[in-house]
């Protein structure tokens, strides 16, 4: 089966733009679709991208989502940094078989 | 409200059995694919498997296969995740989740998720 792969951590300051990849290292990326989830601490995941780049009702624009064919990855942008987005965010994608694969999860530290 | 409401926190011992339940509310339980993922304590998301309420199709992860049960009771909306014989590394939090879409074509997009039930086992 296929990884993906994200940065452990990442830290930016409120009102600021974080961008967190997603790199899978075998198959093609834009072949299956990427969804990202927010885990905060004690909650569930919950999406804040699915299909690639798509929003959830109550999902803030201020998230989108990104495939990069020439790296492999996929990407989670969150613009305009809030205290209340410090999360775990996980991408997850799957192959032709349906086996779903998650990222090991970045943590997002907005201070 | 779509809502999926998990079994509360379990405590066991090694070698003994387990079944946890995921009841689902507010959507037809049988159109839609219904998964289990597990998380060890200050670990990431593995995928265990997914099972179709409607006919009960089932499949688990690899890593899973052989190593828990997943079922469904469609008369009473409810999924279950089941073990025969604990180890402490079962030790973790257990979220069931629903596909985004109905009917059995899977993108593999799952919302909402339960609010997870912890499993520790330990002699």
């Known amino acids: ?111 | 409200e779509v809502q999926l409401v998990q079994s509360g926190a379990e405590v066991k011992k090694p070698g003994e059995s387990l079944k946890i339940s995921c009841k689902a509310f507010g959507y037809k339980f049988t159109t839609y694919w219904i998964g289990w993922v597990r998380q060890m304590p200050g670990k990431g998301l593995e995928w265990m498997g997914i099972i179709y309420p409607g006919d009960s199709d089932t499949r688990y992860s690899p890593s899973f296969q052989g190593q828990v049960i997943i079922s469904a009771d469609k008369s009473r909306s409810i999924a279950y995740l089941q073990w025969s014989s604990l180890k402490a590394s079962d030790t973790a939090m257990y979220f069931c989740l629903r596909h985004g879409y109905s009917g059995r074509y899977l993108t593999n997009w799952f919302d909402p998720w339960g609010q997870g039930t912890l499993v520790t086992v330990s002699s």
């Open chain 1, 1 to 111: 089966n296929f990884m993906l792969t994200q940065p452990h951590s990442m830290s930016e300051s409120p009102e600021k733009t974080v961008t967190i990849s997603c790199t899978r290292n075998s198959g093609i990326i834009a072949s299956n679709f990427v969804q990202w989830y927010q885990q905060r601490p004690g909650s569930s995941p919950t999406t804040v991208i699915y299909e690639n780049n798509q929003r959830p009702s109550g999902v803030p624009d201020r998230f989108s989502g990104s495939i990069d064919s020439s790296s492999n990855s996929a990407s989670l942008t969150i613009s305009g940094l809030k205290t209340e987005d410090e999360a775990d965010y996980y991408c997850q994608s799957y192959d032709s078989t349906n086996q779903v694969v998650f990222g090991g999860g970045t943590k997002l530290t907005v201070l």
